[in-house]
């Protein structure tokens, strides 16, 4: 299927030359209608699971036109709605900007900002709790990290979101990307997400010795983690014991210099980390460090 925003036709006027100046670009009519209006779609591969691709752009915090904004988004909203309500397989949502606080902005500025409007990020929650059975994880970029944020967002349902590092050595940082890794349940054959492997290189060494540069894989989440799967209620569970078990927190902040060499790690503490990984709004990330401690930092609230 595929969804239109039906106002917004400025996404057409960014993707039109591209598709008609490169000939190796070849897009279905029903994608190129999509994205012409909209930039987000579904599509489900061999009747076992569909990806539903989202144009995060449009819940961005940082759009200027909240007018313009407000009907993209519930346009949007609604069709993914629609979307999931109507797929008979389980999905994998797909976007840019994730519905998480933005590390950057907690790390560099000490900033505590979601990366969308609260509405959208409360709407789409909504959404979530109402079809968590269909849904086997979501992936974003744009944080330029290799992490997560997992939360119970009502009781009995965890809601997951993977971010993913950054292929480009924008911000000082290592090319690195993540490959998901799908499995079969044997006794009820839906599928779902086995492991995360980041794959990364470091480009300043080879650049040195006057090298290609290799990617190579340095761990899975499922080591780092210690999940033989990683659904939402065993990261769940893994981010209530990060506290308790500092050889876990150790080993992901490891894996995380090795890639970015010490460059865009952000170096917090455990306890604003957990708060972090576990909330996925401002008021609760708050209620959370305030719990622990400010860790010495004048965390501002910027909603």
Not at 14 to 25: Q, Y
Not at 38 to 43: C, E, I, M, N, P
Not at 133 to 154: A, L, S
Not at 238 to 243: F, G, I, V
């Amino acid at each position: 299927s595929t969804g239109s925003s039906g106002i917004n036709a400025e996404y057409g006027k960014i993707l039109e030359p591209s598709i008609k100046r490169d000939p190796r670009v070849t897009v279905p009519g029903n994608f190129r209608e999509m994205f012409m209006y909209g930039g987000y779609y579904s599509a489900t591969f061999d009747d076992k699971f569909t990806v539903i691709g989202l144009n995060t752009n449009i819940f961005s915090a940082n759009v200027k036109d909240s007018v313009t904004q407000a009907g993209d988004a519930q346009s949007h909203l609604d069709w993914l709605n629609e979307t999931l309500s109507s797929v008979d397989t389980r999905a994998l949502i797909l976007g840019h900007i994730p519905p998480v606080l933005s590390l950057y902005a907690l790390h560099h500025k000490q900033v505590a900002k979601t990366s969308w409007r609260l509405q959208y990020i409360e709407q789409f929650q909504r959404i979530y709790s109402e079809h968590h059975e269909k849904i086997m994880g979501m992936m974003f970029g744009h944080e330029h990290q290799d992490t997560h944020v997992v939360e119970e967002i009502r009781p009995g349902v965890r809601m997951a979101a993977f971010m993913f590092p950054a292929i480009s050595p924008v911000y000082d940082g290592q090319p690195s990307y993540g490959v998901m890794s799908l499995h079969e349940s044997e006794s009820s054959g839906e599928l779902g997400i086995r492991d995360i492997f980041t794959f990364h290189t470091w480009l300043d060494y080879y650049n040195a010795i006057k090298k290609e540069p290799q990617f190579l894989t340095y761990k899975s989440f499922g080591q780092i983690l210690r999940l033989k799967d990683l659904t939402s209620d065993g990261l769940y569970s893994s981010a209530m014991n990060m506290l308790e078990e500092s050889d876990g927190f150790q080993t992901f902040n490891g894996l995380k210099e090795k890639i970015y060499q010490e460059r865009t790690v952000p170096m917090m503490s455990p306890h604003v980390f957990y708060c972090y990984t576990t909330h996925f709004k401002i008021a609760d990330f708050i209620n959370c460090i305030e719990r622990y401690g400010f860790d010495g930092k004048p965390y501002i609230v910027n909603p």
